[in-house]
């Protein structure tokens, strides 16, 4: 087996690696963030370095730069470079780290996990006990160089980099989705952020009966209808009860709660019918307060908690959905050089983007 | 076919059935019942007549007798009988009831569904759209005759009528261990009432690695040790942290919820495993706050909302326990006859009782 | 409630119902069938009459026609008419016959069962343990009025008779493809008769990562071009290769098996993935020698005999899916009067038709 | 880190390893083995060196033994020692091997899997697609010494190394078992040797409602009843009647088809209810002649091919049913020192023995 040291060369050709790169530090607690210079860094045992070609924002990352409490409370240490979602190419690996080849196109599983626990030993590694998430616990992906565990790389043949880097949001729609069966089943898709958004094209894809998606911004609805939504209800107006008309009363099958509103939440729950399945995904930043017994209990309903990508049931899936045609270009509205880090956030914060991929090799 | 008038005759031998019997009726709003003399009622098609021979209570019967706001909202016409658990003797049939043989013990199936509903249509019909329940929104069992639909009557071999009649709720926690498997699980059931102390039970005889229970009665602690509970926590402890403990920090498999407190929830949710189970049966009073981000999304939980039986599987499954030696006979603690009601009602109210049993044809 | 008289009045206005009709009858063993005029059948109770629209011919009816040993077993009492997939008008009404409206388009569910056994008690009324089949076992639809249950009749809207009726075939595929979830997932269907063809549809739609046909008849392997397969493979050559080659060496992930052939089995079976799962539809005529250990065990595969369809799970998907755009007119390739039932089954007998309806208000 | 040498002397005390060991080794085709004094084995990395404390005999040992075509096809390379049931003392780590510590008692998973095929990937290593067992396909455990890949040792705490060995037979039962729920079921165990047995005593302590076993050899038949097997039956008898009988004519819920005998599977298709399931576990040396249409099509079955133990859902199963207090003993019949190999072979082969362990550290 070739040195880290010999692979690195093998792999750029005749120039060799850089010795430093741009990164996105968070350098200290509070707002903001830093473009520098730091070491490209070594790739571990069992562990590759990736030349990041396309870095996607995530609200999390919005919820570090900004240095919320939750950001406060999971982030570092510092200092660090943030980012999770990306794509790039394999340029080393370390001692071990063989499966995959020198120059593929791979993805970030962004959970990082301990194959030990009781979780990861029986089928559940996304919900590992000693999660660890890249980019939140360990230095990220708005770099020109990350470092990942070779087994979370998810090697990607036929997309470009920008859509294989939402590879990783998609999957959490695709997970969120097919929990249970969704084919000829009628679909509530409450918020139409990035995931959301990708949930209407995967159950439309995936021969959903129908795909109501709602929210309170008119763009996102929009989306939505172009990306496959049978209807797309401004989340102020009587969400129930259109949806209950649009299902001669019987109410959705499923609910796919994407917005982490807890007004959206009890719409869904109004509008599903008995023994009907919601998962769960938006991140609530507040406890909500839910009618267990009316909402939950005697309508026999089945609640999922949704985090991550199964490892690697997901991914598969993912990926097949995208070969077969599932086009997310649409949802993909900014490409900016990494030094354009803060339009970025602006245009997350602002509402007014789709997905908005920063290109690190850009600059 | 015989007239039922010709089948009543049969059925009872030499002597008719009498044209009156005692029944506890609910004949204003308000607490309070009164035990009256009023018409032996008549099967209608599809229907049979049954002669109550043991009646359990239930804590639904309390809220009606109390007359709280759900029964105010639900229970009735007035004046109307309620009870709902029981089992009897099929004395006559109405027209087109061919399947149970006259003679036959039957417990009660007490959720009267349409069978025509998209819920009742698709294997779920304990959750029909029209649901209505005996005893609630139709004439009930605290008396010595009562009708029922031939179909929700469970023909019931080699068992006493006492314990034929607690099929019923021992259903309700049959359905709520088995929404997933259970043997080799670690379960917490959390509340001791009659329904919980049946989930010690049924999970035990299921295999289950270890079933952990909680209560804040003594005495239902007590009656859960007996029923099986390896464990039987005071819920004023810590409760979670004590569930942690036995688990060597990986927390339990499956929260069988069935106290209706939201105090216990919340410890049940902290003591899950990543990726367990909840069975939500126990009916909440007042809305619960819930911080659904940290206490189920991130912990991948799923939630399950149980009502009723499923029709019907589960009685298949909860007379096969009770064939297999499963003995809930530690849980009747009390037998009257129906005249004394009342005492039986503060039994239940007083929380010193296990199962209340009332035996109509004792007067 | 009007008499069935009455009410048949009512349903076709001022002309009454006739007092006999067309109807294709198996008079005695033995080759062939007779185009009778015969007594229009009153509804019983529970029942409805429909006067039928459309009659499309399955390959059971041509084995009746020709009677092979199968058909002398199972078809009777002679004399009967036969036919089983079918839509049409419901023109009376039998007592206690109050769901399904008349003049209402319905479609028969075909399976005729008893609700009362374990199976029909545990969700499982397809297999009814004392099962009896329209048009085998009772009157059939190859005639211009047919008696079917109520509950077997499938109210269907905003879709013509033709394919109305062939909601019937298709639950069959939908039922094959649906036993687990089927998007993102690599699929062989194995035979493409009208079943296979439209289990070709049905995965496309669900969102299969691939859909791979084979058949021995290149007509077939057109039509199942058409209706969306990736690949159409002629069942002489190395369909295993090829399944392999196409999944770099990975194997299909499901095998939906339509042909009866053990030939086209086995093929399946060795282009499986390890852990991947074959629904067998396809009617066997003679015993099939399998490699248990190899072929099946060692694999970790899982096994489906599919027969009929979930009562009415599969109704609703089969809906569903035709609502959303699945379009089964490619597969309709003839239409012909009832009298013309010989071109029919000779059509069928020689492969060289997709799916034949027979129009028997046209004589 | 330590280097293994010096592990390996921290983990035996004052005393090193043996530079040696005995071990049972197939020197050449044909019949026969040889005990032998070859070099104790390195751990390479992550892998752990275990002292063989019990090492039990399969019958898949005995095809070596005895040299039969498939041993021929599968077994090597020569010479090789053999034996895979096995549990002892962790005395040695490869290179990242710190997950399990020196001291410990393992159990060892005999499938040896890669962890980066579309198997491993997704949840189904125990079908890994390169998938090499122990002693089969690498050195095995009929040895004083083992090496195995530490993510295969099973640390195992409360058990005896004798009852320890049988973890990995007994997850054979487990997961023939758990591939659906088995509580209040009714259960055939076609087969009584010591999987069979487990079986009968899983199915038992699970809650099935009754589990009847079926044998050719009566000792076996009464090992069955020993273990809890509400019947056992003569396999020469009617027993799909008598299956009949004892389930009131519906046939038995599960079949658990351990006897690789052509003439039991077709025994349980006939004694299975409609809409029953099989798991397939005995191994056929022949192929079997199946009506697929009548006895799995029409029936509605589902067929589980099962080989191995899910990694690790099933040893985490296994052993929470072992802590239960599910009671191996009475299947181990014989313990022998390693020398006496002859003895346990002949013991095995002639069906009088249930296990037969061998003890490598007698000598």
């Known amino acids: 087996m070739l040195s880290p040291e010999a692979e690195r060369t093998a792999a750029v050709g005749v120039s060799k690696l850089p010795q430093t790169m741009l990164a996105l530090v968070k350098d200290a607690p509070g707002p903001g963030a830093s473009l520098r210079e730091i070491p490209v860094p070594e790739p571990g045992p069992s562990e590759v370095l990736v030349r990041v070609e396309a870095a996607s924002v ?115 729609a695709v997970h969120a989705c097919f929990v249970e069966e969704i084919a000829g089943q009628t679909v509530a898709v409450l918020g139409c952020g990035p995931i959301g958004l990708m949930a209407v094209a995967v159950a439309q894809m995936a021969g959903a009966r129908r795909v109501i998606a709602t929210d309170v911004n008119p763009e996102r609805l929009a989306m939505a209808r172009r990306l496959g939504a049978h209807e797309a209800l401004d989340a102020h107006d009587d969400v129930a009860g259109r949806l209950r008309e649009l299902t001669d009363g019987d109410g959705v099958d499923v609910v796919l709660e994407m917005s982490g509103s807890e007004a959206a939440l009890h719409q869904g729950l109004a509008a599903i019918t008995n023994g009907g399945r919601v998962s769960l995904l938006g991140t609530h930043a507040a406890p909500a307060t839910i009618d267990l017994s009316e909402e939950i209990i005697f309508k026999g309903l089945r609640i999922y908690g949704i985090t991550g990508r199964r490892l690697f049931e997901t991914w598969y899936r993912t990926t097949a959905l995208l070969e077969e045609g599932l086009d997310l270009s649409p949802i993909i509205t900014h490409r900016l050089p990494l030094a354009q880090y803060e339009k970025a956030f602006t245009l997350v914060a602002e509402g007014h983007a789709g997905k908005v991929v920063l290109l690190p090799q850009q600059g």
């Open 58 to 172: 995530c609200g999390t990352d919005l919820h570090i730069e900004r240095w919320d409490p939750w950001a406060e409370e999971n982030f570092g240490p510092l200092p660090m470079t943030f980012g999770h979602e990306m794509a790039g190419t394999v340029v080393a690996r370390g001692q071990g780290a063989t499966r995959v080849a020198l120059g593929a196109l791979v993805a970030a599983e962004t959970h990082l996990v301990d194959w030990t626990c009781y979780q990861c030993r029986t089928g559940r590694a996304h919900i590992c006990r000693s999660l660890r998430i890249l980019g939140v616990h360990a230095p990220g992906t708005f770099a020109q160089y990350a470092v990942i565990p070779e087994t979370n790389a998810w090697v990607t043949e036929g997309l470009g980099p920008e859509v294989a880097a939402l590879q990783e949001p998609m999957g959490n």
